[in-house]
Every structure is written in structure tokens, then in C-alpha cells.
């Protein structure tokens, strides 16, 4: 194939920390790309010549950015579908696709194509408010502890909430719901996929995720994961089997829960760079980045196999700190040749906010786990002013 990158020009919706990776990736390839993001210090604005201010929730802005465009394409969900919808028919390719991502923006349209997909996941009602959950309570049909989540809008944490008691009930998500009854979970992993418009597919290994007790976010990352080869085998199946099912272009990460009953049911899934995916940066492969670009763009997908095992850490902000970012320890870690910073560019900070990761690699899993718990310890995010 004859490839000319400068007149291919790739569209962005949004301009956070995914999109500046993005960005990084693209221009290694000399791919022309630009951004779409209503802040006008979004991280990417940093690092892309071609950043646009503009309203991803907007039709006319959306329109407007996408003229020009032979791929759009996401590092977020919460945009306006219509205006894919409109640009699909106009012949633009949109990837992902504006009908999948209708099942993946909405937890109850994700969880019923499941179900009607044939593939596991936590037993689940849709729910509009307090009045519904007394019912299901009341009828048995849910049990204390369970879980709640929005159906619409929810991430890094946010949308989820855990009902342990009766207390519980008197401090709701409100909105539309569903509540799901709480998996009795080995670990929680995470599977990435990338799918181009031919089919063809390469998968990612597993990787296992801890979380935050309070933030609800990946707080650490291990690759390969911390489960048996043929589980992993089997999760990496579950991953190849719902994309091609979507038939989506572009990435695909499966959230997964691998039980005790050893059973192994999707959480949930999402159609774009994933936070479970930052090692692939520092690992030997070829990045989620560089593969999603690769699809978009009808290139060869990469290799996915990584030199060796990576630790993931999320590089949040402290508790107590609110206002401009300053980083310490950071001169002690960075020694390490093994120890791989990315800061996202964000100029302020609070607590648990996502402000960059850092990647662990070696040979040794037992002692990356430890530097990773060094890193952790020694690298923090701060403010001027605490609070």
C-alpha cells in the first residue's frame, strides 16, 4: 500500500491526558492529527500544533472540527453521538462507531448486550431511585452489600458507590441506575484488544488491577496478571469474542472479574485508550496508542508481545492538596533507569486526580512490586496551598 501520512488528516475528540499520548505516538508516525477539547489547557494543547477549542458536546463544533477528516475518532465517551451519526452518513469514518458506542456510553445498554451476547456478568435491575432499590430489597430480588452505578456519565472512580447498609440508602447515586450484586472476586483484570475495519485483531496480555480504597481507580497495575496461564487464556477468548461480536474499529478494554467460584464475568468495557493499558508505553510492544492509530488508519496492527513483566502506578493527587501541582521525590525515583515518569501536563491539582503514571520495568516481579511500593511512597503529587 502507498501510505501519504500528510494528507491523512485523523480528528480527536478530547484533548486529556489519552489524546496528549496519543499525540506523542502520532507524531513518531508523522501522522497529521488534531484535537478537540473545550479546555484550553487540556494536556494535549501542550504537545499538538493542531489543538481546536471547541465543545465535544456540541453539533456545530463537532461538525465544524470534523471538515477535512478522513478518521474521528474518541479519547473519551461523553460526546454527542448525533454528530457521529451525522458525520457517518456525510462518509466519514468514525471509529469507533457512533451505534456501538450507544451501547458502551450507557452501563444498563452495555450490561443487557451482554446478557443477550452470551457473555457473564454480575446479575444486575435497572433502578430510577431510592423507591426502586426498597423494592428490590424488600422482594429479595438484592441483598446487602451491592453495588450502584450510574448509568451514564461515571469514571475514574466517580458514579459508583458500594450499599452496605440500610444507612447506605439514605446517601444514593441519583439519576437512572443499576444495581448489580458484588462478585466474590480473586482479582480484577483487564484484557485490550484492537480490531481494524478488515477484522483482524491482536490482543494484549491480561493484566491484574488493585484499587484505590477511596478513589476507585486503578491504583496499581501488574503485567502479566496474577492469575493461572488458562485463565488468562480464557480471558484473553472473552476479549477476542465480544470484539469481534462489536465488530468495532479501533481499541476495545474488557474489565473482568475472576471469581471464586472461578468463573470469570466482564464488568465493563470501554471503546478507547484505557488506563490499563499505560505500560504498553514502556514494555517492548507496540503502545495502545500506536495501535489504535494503526487501525484507524488501516496500517498493520503491531506486536503485542511485551520484553517482559511491568508494574503500573497511578500517579495521583494527595489528600489535603488543591491548587497548582508541584511534584517531590521525583529527583529520587528518576535515578532508576527502570522507572519510566510520564506527567499528564496538568497545572492543578486535587486529591485522587489523575495527574501521571509511572511504569516499572525488569525481570523480576517480587522486586519491581517492591520499587512500586517505593515509588509510590517516595513520588508524590502536592499543592502550594493544602486544604
Avoid at 499525540?23 to 499538538?48: H, T, Y
Avoid at 457512533?98 to 435491575?125: C, H, M, W
Amino acid at each position: 500500500m502507498v501510505f501519504s501520512p500528510s494528507i491523512f488528516t485523523i480528528g480527536v475528540l478530547g484533548g486529556g491526558q489519552l489524546g496528549k499520548m496519543l499525540a506523542m505516538e502520532a507524531m513518531r508516525l508523522d501522522l497529521n492529527i488534531k484535537f478537540l477539547d473545550p479546555v484550553i489547557d487540556a494536556p494535549v494543547s501542550g504537545v499538538c500544533s493542531q489543538f481546536v477549542l471547541g465543545d465535544f458536546c456540541k453539533k456545530a463544533d463537532i461538525l465544524s472540527f470534523a471538515e477535512g477528516c478522513k478518521v474521528l475518532t474518541i479519547e473519551r465517551e461523553d460526546i454527542l453521538l448525533e454528530a457521529l451519526e451525522d458525520l457517518e452518513i456525510q462518509g466519514v469514518n468514525v471509529y469507533p462507531q457512533a451505534s456501538i458506542l450507544r451501547i458502551v456510553v450507557d452501563k444498563l445498554r452495555q450490561k443487557e448486550y451482554f446478557l443477550a451476547s452470551g457473555f457473564d456478568s454480575a446479575p444486575f435491575f435497572p433502578v430510577n431511585g431510592k423507591a426502586d432499590i426498597k423494592i428490590l430489597l424488600e422482594s429479595s430480588l438484592i441483598q446487602f452489600p451491592f453495588v450502584q452505578k450510574k448509568r451514564q456519565g461515571g469514571f475514574d472512580g466517580r458514579g459508583v458507590k458500594i450499599v452496605r447498609s440500610e444507612e447506605d440508602l439514605q446517601d444514593l447515586l441519583e439519576g437512572p441506575c443499576i444495581v448489580e450484586a458484588i462478585a466474590q472476586i480473586v482479582t480484577e483484570i483487564s484484557v485490550i484488544v484492537c480490531r481494524d475495519a478488515l477484522g483482524r485483531q491482536v490482543v494484549y496480555e491480561p493484566v491484574s488491577m488493585d484499587f484505590h480504597p477511596e478513589g476507585n481507580m486503578v491504583e496499581f497495575l501488574v503485567c502479566p496478571a496474577d492469575l493461572p496461564a488458562d485463565f488468562a487464556l480464557q480471558a484473553k477468548a472473552i476479549a477476542l469474542s465480544l470484539s469481534a461480536k462489536l465488530e468495532h474499529v479501533g481499541l476495545l478494554a474488557v474489565e473482568m472479574f475472576w471469581n471464586k467460584d472461578s468463573s470469570i464475568w466482564i464488568n465493563e468495557i470501554a471503546l478507547r485508550p484505557h488506563n490499563s493499558g499505560h505500560h504498553t508505553l514502556d514494555d517492548g510492544s507496540v503502545s495502545q496508542f500506536e495501535n489504535h492509530l494503526r487501525a484507524v488508519c488501516g496500517l498493520p496492527r503491531g506486536s503485542t508481545e511485551a520484553s517482559g513483566p511491568s508494574i503500573m502506578i497511578n500517579l495521583l493527587g494527595s489528600e489535603g492538596h488543591t491548587g497548582l501541582a508541584q511534584y517531590i521525590g521525583m529527583d529520587e525515583v528518576m535515578i532508576d533507569p527502570h522507572v519510566h515518569i510520564h506527567l499528564y501536563g496538568k497545572t492543578h491539582t486535587k486529591p485522587h486526580r489523575k495527574m501521571g503514571h509511572v511504569t516499572i520495568t525488569g525481570t523480576d516481579l517480587a522486586a519491581m512490586k517492591s520499587k512500586a511500593n517505593w515509588v509510590k511512597q517516595t513520588l508524590r503529587v502536592i499543592s502550594s496551598e493544602t486544604n
